[in-house]
């Protein structure tokens, strides 16, 4: 088991997912952003999306509030492939429906966009992907404690359709003072190919 799979391991926590489970099933009421957002900072970054699909699995949390969540879900747990199966993210993002920025609903890209990601071969279909490649490449050559052995990833990139795109977050990327964004994006079946156009960060 990985590092980083160890460490989900560690912090997750079913009895807590349980407690809030008996709380949150029978009162409608409480199914807001903030008494679920409460709910999973208690639980924990790694439990919370666990909670969340099973919550939602048994009562059908109203989708807007779904949607709000599921972005802020996703970034808290670091790995949320590993904090929940991808199938189970898909099935989410899904019904929930829509497109959020920062975690609120705002209107997905125009058109397909040209976005980059930063991995080892095995996950380069990981939902993760950047609209900066600089960012996506620190992470191929730079984040090196991200691969235990010391190996280096390699540069992904693919044309994704706005319709594949389910929740974007905004950052400053500090070496080059650049907003940028990360999204969360529907990999299944999407054509990815090496960026083999220069190896490294840009920053001339």
């Not at 779904?66 to 802020?72: A, D, F, N, P």
């Not at 747990?77 to 609120?104: C, I, K, M, Q």
């Amino acid at each position: 088991m990985s590092r980083i799979a160890l460490e989900v391991a560690g912090e997750f926590s079913r009895t807590r997912i349980d407690e809030q489970l008996r709380k949150y099933i029978d009162r409608p009421d409480l199914w807001t952003y903030d008494e679920l957002y409460r709910s999973t900072a208690i639980i924990g970054r790694l439990g919370a999306p666990t909670f969340i699909a099973e919550l939602d699995e048994q009562v059908g949390l109203p989708t807007h509030v779904l949607r709000s969540l599921l972005g802020e879900l996703w970034n808290r747990s670091w790995s949320p492939e590993l904090a929940l199966e991808r199938d189970r993210w898909v099935t989410l993002f899904n019904r929930a429906g829509g497109y959020t920025l920062d975690g609120h609903d705002n209107t997905p890209p125009a058109g397909p966009v040209r976005l980059w990601r930063g991995s080892s071969l095995e996950y380069r279909d990981n939902m993760t992907w950047t609209d900066s490649r600089d960012l996506a490449a620190s992470f191929a050559f730079e984040v090196n404690p991200l691969y235990e052995d010391g190996r280096q990833g390699a540069l992904w990139t693919a044309v994704v359709d706005p319709d594949r795109i389910w929740a974007g977050t905004s950052l400053l990327y500090p070496p080059t003072s650049e907003l940028v964004t990360e999204y969360v994006t529907d990999t299944w079946g999407l054509e990815i190919v090496e960026d083999n156009d220069g190896r490294g960060l840009n920053r001339g």
